[in-house]
Every structure is written in structure tokens, then in C-alpha cells.
């Protein structure tokens, strides 16, 4: 390492810890560096806290008591205020004489990192020079508001509140305005804004008494903060900022609770707003770890809303309506021309122009629970369930945005650090009765948007304007249940969600070593349980029904040329849902549960390079599976009775097409493409144990992972080659049926489709070792349905499937005028297992009625002037229509069955059990010969038979002569023949000659196929 660069490195560790420890520290003599509008103090904190208090009341043996109402704040400004002017008159005499000394160094090191960069680097971009220490800026805004309104608590008596309307506005902080640009250790900010409201309203709690809070309003809206500038072009360890941002709202409303005694909570509204922070903006052009931007927004709101509990009492909350939204930080236009939270750039700098961006949208929300002990619980319906209205909740958390940065000629700069996360945690709208009655009745609406798209530029650059992301979008939740223990529970919900997490990411590379890369790592995964109900002794019912977009990530796009180890994409983009709903299960009870599910998951999308004239450049690999794990419609008893149903539209999507180019380079616009699309599903299914169950479900789902791959490697070395795993398929069970001394009802609508990969094209003409393929498309099928197993019982299967996978396509690719180019190397396969339309019965009665369609394709047609190399191998396997019963009854049948997969270009090897098999002892039917069928009888149509002649009426034929009337002394003429020895003999192939490359593969193939084999005893 250079002794400047070792020497540099020091005093960046030195006056940093001089930074961190002052606090922003900044020149007591500033003058034009900052805004005139703001005072020159290096550290602005404060804490502020209003308060809102008001209409509660508590009720007492003697009466009710109206507790007093509060409006004021408390803040710590008086104090930090006065301090700022000693912070500032501290920092001029204490610090700047060590600053002065520190800064002779860094200004050395500033000279000759200058001198090293490219020659357009040595002109800073900015007319004014930040002196040493100058206009660093520490800010630090909390403010907690607190609202507490509306509520009534009964204590051994009575207490009421109704028509209050508190309302409480805040609004604080301020933006932060420096520049740093030309100096050292200058215009570095430090800027907290955070902002948590905290809401108890609207609730109702009696304790031996009845409370009552109806028709009240309680709001907050918060501000704290603003936007963010600073400036550190030309500067050493300047102009970098850090700003958390957090909103974070906590509600405590509308709740109704009693314990020997009622609440009632009725008719209320309760609203949160909050919001923290601005954008950031920075620039550190030409400069040496300048212009750096660190921002951490987090909106996460809190939420305890709508529930009603009761232990041997009553309590109720009705009507009512929450609404929480949490905003961490803001945009500005940028210069982009899109609204952007967080903008900067590393033009002809070193280490400068970074963005880092954790980015935090989420909530913590339980809201509309009923739950009773002994006593009768409602939330939503009213104790009579006469209430039309349910509650409703509403939450919003929206955290950064769009942001942008670049790196053009410059080191290690430009960097995009991206992770958001747009995950909610909600239970909501559920029931539980235990020696007690609970009902709820809900409505959810859910909004979580962490980040945006980002953009950089690597061109010209060394290792700069790389991406790295991993976006984060999801859920865990829990709605529309009911639970009753020797009780009874009623849970009816709806919801709608929308979750993104990131975006689009794009960047260049041209003319770069090491720029313009990015490396995305999208996850997309939803986690619920809804419209369950179960039962012991009891009686519970649920209905759930969501619809649901949940999408992490988007297109990667970078591009270059004469570029070396730039503009590759590695993304391993995951959908994964994890789903259970239309449950039903009870124990000497009776439970039913319903749902309708609506869900879209989206990871990544389509990933784009370029190496055209370059080295190691333009490479993609690509890793996605679209997953989805699903369970509904099911449904079990044992000594009760039970219903589930459900129906189920799923899309689930991960990645995208691959476009790339090498052509003319060298290890260029190669891709590597390994996806998964195989959903596995259970639904329709029914089991009862000396019990009665029945399930129906209706399934429609869509996965798709990968798509087509198009690069070219023609001219080039190493490049344009393509490796490709493709898996289409899917797993199922469904409408079956299964019961012990019990009845059983599964039945089920199957339409599934999986989509993985698609065709590729490539190129290697004029190449070395380029525009190859190797390929190995799967399509894996298993599932089982439409069957029916009875002991002692009734068990009845049903179910209609049409399944249609895919992975793969053609291939096309050239190797004219290469070396070793231009070949494809293809192993399709296929495996279709099935079990269907079967029945065993065991002194019981079982149905098994199924009907199939599988439709699908592993790989496709090669086209290539070069090795065309494909071993399709594939397998279909069913067993169906099987019969078996003992002292009972039981009828399996399969009403149609259509299997057309095709592998590569050839059919699948068929081994199928269709019940039809002989035993040892019988012989063949004619009547079950396979007969063709020249025409159908038309109902309706005459009896031909009385129409046609007899062949009594026929005329007779004349008579043959008799044998020894004929010739017997006939001469044939004789031809001499040669003999067999003279003809001559050809050999098999003869003049066929397959060498190297093709011979070999000529052999394998022939080897795995039963081709071209020779088999001697």
C-alpha cells in the first residue's frame, strides 16, 4: 500500500473520532457555508412531548367522576437551546486547533487521491471550499405525542362518555441545510428524526360496573423533520450523512373489556398520522469518501383496536373504525426527474457517492377480537348480532423511495446498498368462546411500501456503481377464526392487502473494470391461516375472504461495452407462499369454515446485461422458484360434524426473461438459469372418525418462474453459452375422502399451471467454445385424487383436474465457422404419477369418480448447424379405476383421461394400472375386445334388420368345378437366379463413418435408449 494512501487511512480514523465525539462538530467562525435562514449551531436536540387529555370518566360506588382535562408540552427546547450557543463556543476553542493540525494531513491526502484519479477529477465541481471542520450538523427530533380521550372505566359502578371530539396536531423539527464541498471533515450530517403518537381512546373497561364510550372521535397528526442537503464534492470525509427516520404510531382504541360486568364500545373513530423525516441529498463528486448517504426510514405503526373481551360479563365493540399511517421519510425532484428520496453522486471520486438504505415498512396490528370466558363477547356484530356494520381498520406505512446515485469515473464509488422490507404482522377479526359465546366481524385494509427503484452509473469507473439489494415483502397473519370450548364462536373477516418491497435496480458499466454489477436477492412470501374454525363440544364458524398483491423486487438492468468484469446480474429471486384457509376440524362439535383467496406474489422480474467487445462482462445467472405451499377446503371429525370450502386464485411469479450479448469478447453473455415452478397443494379433502364431514374446494392457480433466454457469443471466446435447469410441475391432493364408522365428503376443481423457463437462443458463429447449450428441462407431476377409503362407513371422492406443466422450449443456436461452438446439449424429462378415481371399502360404501387432463411439454425442438445432442427420457405411471371391497361396496371410476407431454420432440413411456388387470385364473371377454367404431345407432333411426333381403332370398351362386376337372401337367417357365452367396452384402451404416464428438454421443445414446445394442446368448 502507498504510504499516502497508509497515511490517509489514519487521519480519516483520527478525525473521525474527533467527528463522532463533537457531535457535528463545526467552525465557530462559518459564514456563507450554511443557510442564512438557520443558525450556525453544530447540535440541535431536542424531546418534545404534547399532551391531550380529556371526556374520561371513571365510575365509583359513589357516581361518576369526569377526570380533568390536560393540554400542554413538555420539551427539553429551553434547555438544548441555551446549551447550543456554549456546544458551538465549546467546539471554536476546544476543537480547532486539533482540527487545524488534522487537516494539513488530510489536505495532503486529498492532493494526491486527486492526483490519482482520472485528470477531470483535479477540478472541483463546486465554486465554494468548506474550511476544516466547518458546517458538520448533528440534529436530533423526538416527539411523543400522547392522546388520551374518550375513555370510560367502570369501577364497581357506572361511567359513560359519548360525543367526544379530541383532535391533536403537531408539527416540528426541521430540515438540515450545510456544505461541505472542497473541505475536510466538513458538512457531515447527523440527522434523528422520530416521531411516536400514542393513542388510548375511545375504550370501555368495567369491573363490576358497565362502562360505555359511543360516539367519539380521537385523531392525531404528527410532523417531525425535514429534508436534508449537504454538499462534500471535493472534500475529504465530507458531506456524508446518516438519518434515521422512524414513525412509529401506537393505538390503543376502541376496545371494549369487562370482568363481572359490561363495556360497550360503540360507534367510535380513531385516527393516527405520523410522519418523520424528508429526503437526503448529498454530492461527492471528485471527492475522497465524500457524499456517502446512510438512511434508515422506518414506518411501523402499533395497533390494539376494535377487540372486545369478557370473563363472566359482557362486552362489546361495534361499529367502530381505526386508521393508522406511518410515513418514514419524504421525496423532493430529483435530477432524474422522478420524486426521489435519496440522491447523491460519486463522480470521479474515491469511496464517495454510496448509498446505503435499510428501508422499514410494516405493523404490528391486532384489531377486532372477540374472546369470552364464561360471558358473551362481540366485535363487530353487537352481543345480537343485529349491528349492519362491522369495524374497520386501516393502516398505511409507506418508508424512502426512489433513489439514485452515479459513479462515472470514479473508485469504488456510486454503490447501492438496498434493503427493503414491506412485511406486516396482523392477527385480526377472530373468536374464542370458552363456556361462553364470541362473535366478530371485521374489515382490514393493509398498505406497506418499503423503498423504490434505484439507479446508478459504473461507467468508467473501477468497482463502481454496483447494486446490491435484498428486498424483503411479505406477511404473517392470522384472520377469520373461531374456536369454541363448550361454547360457541362466529368469525366473519375481510381483508385487502398491498405489500411492495423495492423495485426496479439499473446500472452501466461501460468502459469499467468492476462496474455497473448487480447482485439482487428478492423474496416475496405471504404466511396466513384465515377462515378456520374448530370445536370441542362447541359450535364454531368462520368466513374469510382476501385479496392480496405481495411483490419484492423488479427488473435488473445494467449494460456495457469494452468494459472488464462489469455489468453482470446474479439474482435469486424466491415467491413463496405459505397459505392455510377453509379449515374445518371439531370433536364432539360442530365447526365450518370457509374462504375465498385472491393472491398475487411477485419476485423480481426480467434481467438484462451486455459484453459486446468485452472481458468477463454481461454474464447473468438467474436462480428462481415459484413455489407456492397451500392447504383449504379441508375438513375433519371426530364425533362432531363438519364443513370446509374454499376457493383459491393464486399467481405466483419469480424472475423473468434473460437478454444478454458477448459477442466479440471473452467469458461474456454467458447465462445460468437453474428455476423452479412446482406448486404443491392439498385441498378438497375430508376425513371423519365416527363423525360427519364434507369438503369442497375450487383451485385455480398460476406459477411461473424464469422465462426466455436470448445472448450471443458469436466472435467471441468463452461467451454467449447458456446453462439452463428448468423445473415445471406440480403436487396435489385433493378431493379425496377417507372415514372410519363415519361420512366423508372430498371434492375438488384442480386447474393448475406451472411455467418454468421458456425458449433460448444463442449464437456462436465465428466463435470459440461460445453459443453452446446445455439443457435439462424437467417436468415432475405427482398427485393423488378422487379417491374414496371407507371402514365401516361412506366415503365419497371427487375431483376434476386439468394440469398443465411446462419447462423449457426450443433451442436454436449456430456454430458456423467456430470452434467447438454452437452445440446443444439436451436432456429433457418428464415423470407423470397419478393415483385416481379409485375406491376400497372395508364393510362400508366408497365412490371414487375422477377426471384428468395433463397437458405439458420438458424441452422442445433443437435447431443447430452444429452437435445436436438430445436424450429425452420420460415416464407415465397411473394407477386407476381400481375396485376393491370387502363386505362392502365400493366403485372407483375415472370418467376421462388424457395425458399429451410431450419430451423434447418424442411421447412419454407409459406404464398404467387401469383396474382392468386379469387375474391368474380368468380369461379375456370378446366383448371387452377394443373395437372401432365406423358409426353410432341414432336414437330414433328404422330397424334395418327388416328392411335388408334374407339370404334366404338371395339367388344361388353357380357351382365351382369339381377338382379333378382341373389342369394338373402345368409348366411354369424357370429363370436362372443367382445364387444367395453372389448377392452383395451391405453393412449397416456402411459408408457411415461417426468420429469424435458425435460418434461418441451416437453411442451413449443408443446405450440409455435400447438402441444400437447387441444382445448375445
Known amino acids: 500500500m502507498q504510504n499516502w494512501a497508509k497515511r490517509g487511512l489514519q487521519t480519516a480514523l483520527v478525525t473521525g473520532g474527533l467527528l463522532m465525539l463533537g457531535t457535528g462538530i463545526a467552525s465557530a467562525?462559518?459564514?456563507?457555508?450554511?443557510?442564512?435562514?438557520?443558525?450556525?449551531?453544530?447540535?440541535?436536540?431536542?424531546?418534545?412531548?404534547?399532551?391531550?387529555?380529556?371526556?374520561?370518566?371513571?365510575?365509583?360506588?359513589?357516581?361518576?367522576?369526569?377526570?380533568?382535562?390536560?393540554?400542554?408540552?413538555?420539551?427539553?427546547?429551553?434547555?438544548?437551546?441555551?446549551?447550543?450557543?456554549?456546544?458551538?463556543?465549546?467546539?471554536?476553542?476546544?476543537?480547532?486547533?486539533?482540527?487545524?493540525?488534522?487537516?494539513?494531513?488530510?489536505?495532503?491526502?486529498?492532493?494526491?487521491?486527486?492526483?490519482?484519479?482520472?485528470?477531470?477529477?483535479?477540478?472541483?465541481?463546486?465554486?465554494?471550499?468548506?474550511?476544516?471542520?466547518?458546517?458538520?450538523?448533528?440534529?436530533?427530533?423526538?416527539?411523543?405525542?400522547?392522546?388520551?380521550?374518550?375513555?370510560?372505566?367502570?369501577?364497581?359502578?357506572?361511567?359513560?362518555?359519548?360525543?367526544?371530539?379530541?383532535?391533536?396536531?403537531?408539527?416540528?423539527g426541521s430540515g438540515v441545510t450545510t456544505d461541505g464541498s472542497g473541505g475536510v471533515l466538513a458538512g457531515n450530517v447527523v440527522d434523528v428524526d422520530y416521531a411516536l403518537p400514542v393513542q388510548?381512546?375511545?375504550?370501555?373497561?368495567?369491573?363490576?360496573?358497565?362502562?360505555?364510550?359511543?360516539?367519539?372521535?380521537?385523531?392525531?397528526?404528527?410532523?417531525?423533520?425535514?429534508?436534508?442537503?449537504?454538499?462534500?464534492?471535493?472534500?475529504?470525509?465530507?458531506?456524508?450523512?446518516?438519518?434515521?427516520?422512524?414513525?412509529t404510531p401506537v393505538q390503543l382504541t376502541n376496545n371494549a373489556a369487562a370482568l363481572i360486568g359490561k363495556a360497550d364500545s360503540s360507534g367510535n373513530t380513531s385516527e393516527v398520522k405520523a410522519q418523520s423525516g424528508g429526503s437526503l441529498l448529498s454530492d461527492g463528486t471528485d471527492g475522497v469518501l465524500a457524499g456517502n448517504v446512510a438512511g434508515v426510514p422506518v414506518a411501523l405503526p402499533v395497533e390494539l383496536n376494535n377487540s372486545a373481551l369478557a370473563g363472566i360479563g359482557k362486552a362489546q365493540s361495534t361499529d367502530n373504525a381505526t386508521s393508522a399511517e406511518a410515513q418514514a421519510g419524504d421525496v423532493r425532484h430529483g435530477s432524474r426527474v422522478m420524486k426521489t428520496y435519496a440522491e447523491t453522486h460519486g463522480d470521479n471520486g474515491v469511496a464517495s457517492g454510496t448509498l446505503i438504505q435499510p428501508q422499514v415498512a410494516s405493523d404490528v396490528n391486532v384489531h377486532g377480537l372477540a374472546g369470552a370466558v364464561g360471558g358473551i363477547a362481540a366485535s363487530g356484530l353487537g352481543e345480537s348480532k343485529s349491528t349492519t356494520a362491522g369495524n374497520t381498520s386501516s393502516t398505511t406505512a409507506q418508508a424512502g423511495g426512489y433513489s439514485n446515485t452515479s459513479a462515472v469515473g470514479g473508485v469504488l464509488s456510486g454503490t447501492v446498498a438496498d434493503a427493503p422490507v414491506a412485511f406486516p404482522v396482523e392477527g385480526y377479526c377472530a373468536a374464542a368462546g370458552v363456556v361462553g359465546k364470541a362473535s366478530a366481524q371485521c374489515d382490514n385494509e393493509t398498505t406497506a411500501k418499503a423503498g423504490r427503484e434505484t439507479f446508478t452509473d459504473g461507467t468508467d469507473s473501477v468497482l463502481g456503481g454496483t447494486t446490491a439489494t435484498t428486498p424483503v415483502g411479505g406477511t404473517i397473519e392470522a384472520f377469520g377464526l373461531a374456536g369454541s370450548v363448550i361454547g360457541t364462536a362466529d368469525a366473519e373477516a375481510t381483508e385487502t392487502k398491498e405489500i411492495k418491497a423495492g423495485g426496479y435496480n439499473g446500472s452501466r458499466g461501460d468502459g469499467s473494470v468492476g462496474g455497473g454489477n448487480i447482485v439482487q436477492t428478492p423474496v416475496a412470501t405471504p404466511i396466513e391461516l384465515f377462515g378456520g374454525a374448530a370445536s370441542l363440544v362447541g359450535n364454531s364458524y368462520a368466513s374469510a375472504e382476501e385479496e392480496k398483491d405481495v411483490s419484492s423486487g423488479g427488473d435488473g438492468n445494467t449494460e456495457d461495452d469494452n468494459a472488464v468484469l462489469a455489468s453482470n446480474v446474479i439474482a435469486t429471486p424466491i415467491a413463496q407462499p405459505v397459505q392455510a384457509f377453509g379449515l374445518s376440524a371439531a370433536g364432539v362439535g360442530i365447526a365450518d369454515g370457509f374462504a375465498t383467496s385472491d393472491t398475487e406474489t411477485t419476485a423480481g422480474g426480467k434481467y438484462t446485461g451486455s459484453g459486446e467487445h468485452a472481458v468477463g462482462s454481461g454474464n447473468i445467472v438467474q436462480a428462481a422458484s415459484a413455489a407456492p405451499i397451500q392447504v383449504f377446503g379441508a375438513s375433519a371429525a371426530a364425533g362432531g360434524i363438519t364443513t370446509?370450502?374454499?376457493?383459491?386464485?393464486?399467481?405466483?411469479?419469480?424472475?423473468?426473461?434473460?437478454?444478454?450479448?458477448?459477442?466479440?469478447?471473452?467469458?461474456?453473455?454467458?447465462?445460468?438459469?437453474?428455476?423452479?415452478?412446482?406448486?404443491?397443494?392439498?385441498?378438497?379433502?375430508?376425513?371423519?372418525?365416527?363423525?360427519?364431514?364434507?369438503?369442497?374446494?375450487?383451485?385455480?392457480?398460476?406459477?411461473?418462474?424464469?422465462?426466455?433466454?436470448?445472448?450471443?457469443?458469436?466472435?467471441?471466446?468463452?461467451?454467449?453459452?447458456?446453462?439452463?435447469?428448468?423445473i415445471g410441475g406440480a403436487a396435489g391432493v385433493f378431493g379425496d375422502a377417507v372415514s372410519v364408522v363415519g361420512f366423508a365428503q372430498g371434492a375438488a376443481g384442480n386447474d393448475v399451471t406451472a411455467i418454468s423457463g421458456d425458449f433460448t437462443e444463442t449464437n456462436g458463429d465465428g466463435g470459440s467454445v461460445s453459443g453452446n447449450v446445455l439443457s435439462a428441462d424437467v417436468v415432475p407431476v405427482a398427485q393423488v385424487f378422487g379417491d374414496a377409503v371407507t371402514v365401516a362407513g361412506f366415503a365419497d371422492g371427487w375431483a376434476e383436474n386439468s394440469t398443465y406443466p411446462f419447462a423449457g422450449g426450443d433451442i436454436a443456436s449456430s456454430g458456423e465457422a467456430g470452434a467447438l461452438s454452437g452445440n446443444v446439449f439436451d436432456l429433457p424429462a418428464a415423470a407423470i404419477a397419478q393415483v385416481l378415481g379409485n375406491a376400497v371399502a372395508v364393510g362400508g360404501h366408497a365412490f371414487g369418480t375422477a377426471e384428468n387432463e395433463v397437458v405439458g411439454a420438458a424441452g422442445g425442438a433443437v435447431d443447430t448447424d452444429a452437435i445436436d445432442a438430445q436424450l429425452p427420457v420420460g415416464v407415465l405411471a397411473q394407477v386407476y379405476n381400481f375396485s376393491v371391497d370387502v363386505l362392502g361396496e365400493a366403485v372407483g371410476t375415472v370418467t376421462g383421461n388424457t395425458v399429451d407431454v410431450t419430451v423434447g420432440e418424442d411421447e412419454l413411456h407409459s406404464l398404467v394400472l387401469d383396474g382392468a388387470e386379469l387375474l391368474a385364473t380368468e380369461l379375456p371377454s370378446v366383448n371387452g375386445l377394443p373395437v372401432k367404431t365406423v358409426a353410432y345407432q341414432r336414437s330414433g333411426a328404422p330397424d334395418v334388420t327388416q328392411e335388408l333381403p334374407k339370404i334366404a332370398d338371395l339367388p344361388e351362386l353357380p357351382e365351382l368345378p369339381d377338382a379333378g376337372e382341373l389342369p394338373v401337367d402345368v409348366q411354369l417357365p424357370q429363370v436362372d437366379l443367382p445364387a444367395p452367396a453372389d448377392l452383395p452384402t451391405v453393412e449397416r451404416n456402411a459408408g457411415i463413418k461417426q468420429t469424435g464428438l458425435r460418434g461418441l454421443w451416437a453411442k451413449l445414446t443408443g446405450a440409455l435408449s435400447g438402441k444400437q445394442m447387441h444382445i448375445q446368448g
Open 29 to 172: 467562525d462559518e459564514k456563507d457555508a450554511v443557510n442564512p435562514d438557520k443558525p450556525a449551531n453544530p447540535l440541535d436536540a431536542s424531546l418534545t412531548i404534547p399532551i391531550d387529555i380529556g371526556n374520561n370518566a371513571i365510575g365509583t360506588p359513589l357516581g361518576q367522576v369526569n377526570l380533568p382535562e390536560v393540554k400542554k408540552t413538555i420539551s427539553t427546547k429551553p434547555v438544548t437551546d441555551a446549551l447550543k450557543g456554549a456546544a458551538a463556543k465549546l467546539s471554536g476553542q476546544r476543537v480547532q486547533q486539533a482540527g487545524e493540525k488534522a487537516a494539513a494531513v488530510a489536505q495532503g491526502v486529498q492532493q494526491k487521491a486527486t492526483a490519482a484519479a482520472p485528470q477531470q477529477a483535479k477540478k472541483a465541481t463546486s465554486s465554494h471550499e468548506a474550511g476544516t471542520l466547518e458546517g458538520n450538523r448533528g440534529s436530533v427530533d423526538i416527539v411523543v405525542p400522547v392522546q388520551i380521550a374518550n375513555n370510560a372505566i367502570a369501577l364497581l359502578g357506572d361511567a359513560e362518555v359519548s360525543g367526544g371530539d379530541h383532535q391533536q396536531t403537531y408539527e416540528g
Open 200 to 247: 388510548i381512546a375511545n375504550n370501555a373497561l368495567g369491573v363490576g360496573g358497565k362502562a360505555t364510550s359511543t360516539g367519539n372521535n380521537a385523531t392525531q397528526e404528527i410532523k417531525t423533520g425535514d429534508h436534508t442537503a449537504t454538499d462534500g464534492s471535493g472534500g475529504v470525509l465530507a458531506g456524508n450523512v446518516i438519518a434515521p427516520q422512524g414513525a
Open 644 to 726: 370446509a370450502a374454499a376457493e383459491n386464485f393464486s399467481s405466483t411469479s419469480a424472475g423473468g426473461d434473460n437478454d444478454t450479448s458477448g459477442a466479440g469478447s471473452v467469458a461474456s453473455g454467458n447465462v445460468a438459469a437453474v428455476t423452479n415452478a412446482l406448486p404443491a397443494q392439498a385441498h378438497g379433502l375430508g376425513a371423519s372418525l365416527i363423525g360427519n364431514t364434507t369438503a369442497y374446494s375450487d383451485n385455480v392457480t398460476e406459477a411461473f418462474a424464469g422465462g426466455m433466454t436470448t445472448t450471443d457469443g458469436s466472435g467471441g471466446a468463452l461467451s454467449g453459452n447458456v446453462v439452463n435447469g428448468p
